[in-house]
């Protein structure tokens, strides 16, 4: 069964503190995964990997993939307080034609000035 | 342009009560989705529109759940005879899913509504 694990479920830091936020998945057919960040209610769409190594990055926030070791880290440097959500990470489950997410549990952060 | 818009964003229902929550997908978009996310865990697939055709209802956790998109655009879901453990905020997502030899492309990014929470009484 396909499965996506993250940790810790839950963390808290100060403004400027940098952040690892872990995903570790087991996707049959695996093509790609997604972080996404969730405020409030919409989850918003963050990174797309897919290849093994390459480190995506926006502003102050950067993820890599690596795919031997089934495992994804997203990192966020000098936290915000803007930066407080749910961030998920999702495996897609395409074997149907079409990519039905399989989320894990969420990472919930929450940074304080 | 608009995003995914959901509606009620909040509902309230006593138990044995039908609901029916509303899904606009982004214009044009080909591929609709709803979720479930119950608190504190991470989305959970429940049903698949391409189009007008449902093709995955898999997730859908009984027969109360019924799901319809008729003219491939706004999708409806309804739960009929609501039970405590329905309580949960339910996500829809669309994407434009330009399918090709049968396979979902890479960059079919799923774009999500802010969801309806639901709370069963």
């Known amino acids: 069964e396909d499965k996506v694990v993250q940790s810790p479920l839950s963390l808290v830091v100060h403004e400027g503190d940098t952040v690892t936020l872990n995903c570790s998945y087991e996707?049959?057919?695996?093509?790609?995964l997604l972080w996404y960040k969730q405020e409030k209610k919409a989850p918003t769409f963050l990174f797309m990997l897919?290849?093994?190594?390459i480190e995506k990055k926006s502003g102050r926030l950067s993820s890599i993939l690596d795919k031997k070791e089934l495992f994804s880290i997203l990192n966020i440097t000098a936290t915000q307080t803007g930066d407080s959500a749910v961030y998920l990470c999702?495996?897609?489950?395409?074997?149907?034609?079409?990519?039905?997410?399989?989320f894990g549990a969420g990472t919930r952060l929450a940074v304080h000035p | 342009g608009a995003g995914v818009s959901q509606s009620p964003r909040y509902k309230v229902a006593k138990r044995g009560q039908d609901v029916a929550l509303r899904c606009d997908p982004i214009s044009g978009h080909v591929s609709l989705f709803w979720y479930q996310q119950a608190l504190g865990q991470g989305p959970e697939f429940l049903t698949y529109?391409?189009?007008?055709?449902?093709?995955?209802k898999s997730g859908l956790p009984s027969d109360r759940f019924f799901a319809e998109r008729p003219e491939g655009s706004v999708s409806t879901l309804k739960i009929q005879r609501t039970q405590q453990e329905d309580s949960a905020v339910y996500l829809c997502a669309s994407s434009l899913a330009v399918l090709g030899s049968g396979r979902a492309l890479l960059t079919d990014t799923q774009y999500f509504g802010p969801g309806t929470r639901l709370t069963v009484l």
């Open positions: 996707v049959t057919n695996f093509r790609s």
């Open positions: 529109f391409q189009n007008e055709a449902q093709l995955d």
């Open positions: 999702a495996g897609p489950d395409d074997s149907g034609g079409y990519n039905k997410l399989i």
């Open positions: 897919t290849s093994s190594g």
